[in-house]
């Protein structure tokens, strides 16, 4: 018996229209023509058919077969990126399959990431809508090159050439500014199957290909192989004192043992001594090869650092101009740290400004303060420390990245490198003689900061104001930041939004760890309501340096105490955005100290946090 | 010459950096084991992925006690066969309520022996990354699973709140108690795994290929009386067919199909033919419209 041809090549691509275009239904026909709905697959269509079909009594609808989720068929509607597979005799396809609702920009830039090719729905009978334009606008960012636009419903239209001339003269004229390096414009009607896989006599008057065929012929440009050679290590592979070995996948180029090669970020070089596979040494790895590396010498390397082309390195900065499409339900806070991850590289970032917004619809800049979730914007990032990129449009392992919130874990932004802020390298740390271990002993003691944290009302300022005045009298160095003192001054700028109060905490750390290094204890009382900015103060000292004080009071006891009538304005709705009553606050986890602020006087509580500071050496 | 096509080359390399991300990720990763074909394929994956190191998790295999019995014989040759550490995991509370897919239904029977059982041994050693073969073409609710699939505490899935996954870069980062499920076979379909199989000669169990085997038909499936614990119906006497399994589970549950086919070759040249999907013969899918994504939800694979 003989074995059926496999295909031998693998395509993705991703398809995007408006709700109703018909895209469900044109992947269903893709599948059901290309022979790959299965009988029972067929019958149990049939019978979902009856139930949930919008195409009338009898006749099989086709988009059912792509609408996976109960939830979706309910309702009619798509919800996610879905993944579709089929095969002809020459290529294996992965189509990404995304909404066209509200949602489309998150989930668009999700399948896009991967797509290779986009088929983008356009209904004959509305021409090009806005939607057709933001999903262009996106496939684009994203890296797209490109682009087949399938004119659907012809049959709606009766298959009239004049209609579809107009659509795709427009859709040109449209498209010059996205930098597609092909377009192409194909009458279709998924409902019929006309030009979808079989070419059609009532579209006769159209000579290019159907849409299958293109998808079988488009050679999109992987041009990667001649560049200079790229591996991201995920794994140092050690499984005894003489083998160590660095896993990765090639992302660009090609490597052969004896090749010159640096790492990066050190920038120390090297050689390749061994390609290690499972299947034996070989001679060559090419991008997308999953490979592990020996090299010719000890150098220090690790998860996340980039083995590159010695002649031909990328760029290691900590600052970058990128593009970023907002996906979190929370917005975007300029100044909070996000952990930032390009492939298995990880850092800290913050988004130092943000320039603009751009609008999906015109493509035109929007000035912007935060980004909410389906934004476009434009900004500046700051990583705590350098790492090895290139810009997106060269690479997109290496200029591709997403944001992952610190306290939640989720993926809420998904951004690309567009070049790296010269600022970053001409800036060098001035190298000083006189430095923080040298002032604190001067000083004669442990420089640190004490964190007071909690509740408007709660006792903080009471508190720090009691244990400096003890710690003042037996001689140590001291110096207080009080959230409303320097809210007159250095920070009068700032309001009360959530963007603002990271802003507000942002500078009042790098102010405390100035007078950390200054050699003095320093006293920091503030509200700080949210967990990231005091992780972010925190990890801006080192180890010991940073002593969490949750000053813990009910809600009550601080609205009753209400010393600067605070609480009354805010419940009168006066004071918008007030800690407590309609702005969140988030308790600390694990503080070092939680003084229980309703339940004893504040001089016994002082006195606890002096006795803490003993246990710990510090005073 | 090189048996794998240029698309097998790039699925392999694709499912190798999954493996190596979710080691470097998780602190305590546990490798699903089925003994099916996908597991086969999973299992050879992971070797190829850290080679030459052993594999830097064990393998944990859910043990319903009804598998078949070649299936229970080509697990425990593994151990010794590839040098791994294997873990099986049985719901004894199920055992000895005494649930079995015949008295009980097959829904009761998954969701004691399998669901449950997966989650009592996720829970009793800690795993906080599960890696499994499903693939995405399987079934329409799993054509939307992450590769990196963030489970609760409680071990659901909600198909409403996962992250967005772009490129190749997978976010595993959970909470105390949270979990990961990697499916590294996602973009593999029935096709790619038997053409692997052929390429790589991976072993699999023999239940894959045609042999005279004792059944009976009910409900238009056929099913191997595999051992005498399989009550028979009044009159029904199991006769030898040919037959063979596309998928493998617990023997009451999963259909034989008659077949010829003994080899590889034979297998690959009737799926290509084939007008039914590989599931068909699980009875646990059809059981009622809608069931493998809340199935998902509560925690199974
Ligand atoms: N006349 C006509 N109707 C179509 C065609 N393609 C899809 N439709 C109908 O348009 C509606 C929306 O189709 P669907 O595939 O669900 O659209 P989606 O929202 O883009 O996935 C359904 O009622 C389809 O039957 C077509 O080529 N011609």
Not at chain 1, 498 to 526: H, P, Q, T, W, Y
Not at chain 1, 561 to 575: C, E, F, V
Not at chain 2, 35 to 64: E, M, N, Q, W, Y
Request: aromatic share 8%; net charge negative; proline share 6%.
């Amino acid at each position: 018996m003989a074995v059926p041809d496999q295909p031998t090549d693998l395509l993705r691509f991703i398809t995007c229209g408006s709700v109703d275009d018909g895209k469900s239904t044109l992947i269903g026909r893709l599948l059901y023509e290309s022979e790959l709905v299965l009988d029972d697959h067929l019958s149990a269509l049939e019978k979902d058919s009856r139930r949930f079909g919008t195409t009338g009594a009898g006749a099989l609808d086709l988009a059912l077969l792509v609408d996976g989720l109960s939830a979706e068929r309910e309702q009619g509607i798509t919800i996610d990126v879905a993944y579709r597979y089929f095969a002809t005799a020459t290529r294996k396809f992965i189509v990404a399959d995304t909404p066209g609702h509200e949602q489309y920009t998150r989930n668009m830039a999700t399948g896009a990431s991967t797509a290779e090719a986009a088929v983008l729905l356009v209904d004959a009978r509305k021409s090009l809508l806005v939607q057709t334009r933001r999903h262009s606008f996106i496939a684009s960012l994203l890296g797209i090159r490109h682009v087949a636009v399938a004119v659907n419903k012809m049959d709606a239209v009766g298959w009239e050439r004049s209609i579809f001339d107009r659509i795709a003269a427009e859709y040109a004229a449209f498209a010059t500014r996205l930098g597609f390096e092909e377009i192409i414009c194909i009458p279709v009607s998924a409902l019929t199957g006309d030009n979808v896989v079989r070419p059609s006599d009532n579209l006769a008057w159209y000579e290019g290909p159907t849409l299958m065929r293109w998808l079988e012929t488009v050679e999109p440009s992987r041009g990667r192989a001649d560049r200079p050679f790229r591996m991201p290590v995920q794994w140092v592979c050690r499984p005894s004192q003489d083998f160590r070995g660095f896993a990765g996948t090639v992302v660009a180029g090609s490597v052969r043992p004896g090749d010159p090669v640096a790492v990066l970020p050190s920038g120390v070089t090297t050689s390749v001594a061994r390609i290690v596979t499972m299947d034996g040494d070989l001679r060559e790895a090419q991008a997308e090869d999953a490979v592990t590396l020996v090299l010719s010498d000890e150098v220090d390397l690790a998860r996340g650092d980039v083995i590159a082309a010695a002649g031909a390195r990328p760029e290691v900065s900590d600052q970058f101009a990128a593009h970023l499409v907002w996906l979190g339900e929370a917005p975007l806070l300029p100044g909070r740290p996000y952990l930032i991850r390009f492939g298995p590289t990880a850092a800290v970032a913050q988004v130092m400004t943000l320039k603009h917004s751009i609008s999906v619809n015109t493509m035109e800049p929007i000035a912007a303060q935060q980004l909410a979730m389906n934004d476009i914007g434009v900004c500046t990032l700051s990583l705590d420390r350098p790492v090895p990129f290139e810009p997106y449009a060269t690479n997109r392992d290496l200029g591709g990245f997403i944001l992952i919130d610190r306290q939640s874990n989720a993926t809420v932004a998904c951004g690309m490198i567009d070049f790296a802020l010269r600022r970053a390298a001409n800036i060098h740390r001035q190298a000083l003689k006189v430095d923080k271990a040298a002032r604190a002993a001067a000083n004669r003691q442990k420089p640190c900061v004490l964190w007071f944290t909690g509740l408007s009302g709660a006792g903080k300022s009471t508190l720090a104001d009691l244990v400096e005045q003890d710690l003042h009298r037996r001689g140590y160095r001291t110096m207080i930041l009080d959230g409303d003192n320097v809210r007159h001054g250095l920070n009068r700028d700032l309001g009360f939004t959530d963007a603002d109060r990271v802003e507000n905490i942002r500078r009042v750390a790098e102010v405390a760890k100035l007078m950390v290094e200054a050699g003095l204890i320093v006293l920091v009382s503030f509200i700080s309501p949210f967990r990231s900015e005091r992780q972010m103060a925190r990890e801006l000292l080192e180890e010991g340096e940073f002593v969490e004080i949750y000053v813990d009071a009910p809600l009550e006891v601080c609205e009753a105490r209400d010393p600067k009538g605070l609480y009354r304005k805010a419940r009168a709705g006066q004071l918008p955005n007030f800690t407590g009553i309609d702005s969140a606050y988030e308790p600390p986890l694990a503080a070092e100290l939680v003084v229980p602020a309703a339940e004893a006087p504040p001089e016994e509580l002082a006195d606890r946090i002096l006795r803490y500071l003993e246990e710990r050496g510090v005073a | 010459m090189e048996a794998r096509t240029p698309h097998l080359r790039r699925l392999e390399a694709e499912s190798i950096h999954i493996f190596r991300e979710v080691a470097a990720q998780s602190t305590r990763p546990v490798l699903l084991y089925s003994i099916g074909k996908d597991s086969s394929v999973l299992l050879h994956l992971a070797r190829k992925a850290f080679h030459p190191a052993p594999l830097p998790f064990p393998l944990l295999h859910i043990d319903t006690t009804w598998k078949f019995r070649e299936m229970i014989a080509f697990r425990d040759a593994l151990p010794e066969r590839l040098g791994l550490e294997l873990l099986v995991h049985t719901n004894e509370e199920g055992l000895r309520q005494g649930v079995n897919p015949f008295t009980h239904g097959s829904e009761t029977h998954t969701d004691v022996m399998k669901t449950q059982a997966l989650r009592q041994a996720l829970d009793k050693y800690g795993f906080d990354a599960a890696i499994g073969g499903a693939r995405r073409d399987e079934e329409k609710s799993r054509a939307k699973e992450r590769i990196f699939s963030f489970r609760t505490v409680a071990h659901r899935w909600d198909p409403r709140n996962q992250r967005p996954e772009l490129w190749r870069v997978y976010n595993g980062r959970i909470a105390l108690g949270e979990s990961i499920r990697a499916f590294p076979l996602s973009n593999w379909t029935e096709r790619d795994i038997w053409d692997y199989i052929a390429a790589e000669g991976i072993p699999v169990v023999p239940l894959y290929f045609a042999k005279p085997r004792p059944v009976v038909r009910r409900s238009g499936t056929l099913i191997m009386v595999d051992d005498d614990r399989m009550p028979l119906n009044p009159g029904e006497a199991p006769e030898m067919l040919s037959v063979r399994f596309r998928t493998l589970g617990c023997y009451p549950l999963t259909g034989a199909v008659e077949s010829r086919a003994a080899t590889l070759e034979e297998i690959i040249a009737e799926m290509a033919d084939a007008r039914v999907s590989e599931r068909q013969g699980r009875l646990i899918d059809q059981d009622q419209a809608a069931s493998m994504e809340r199935k998902k939800q509560e925690g199974y694979f």
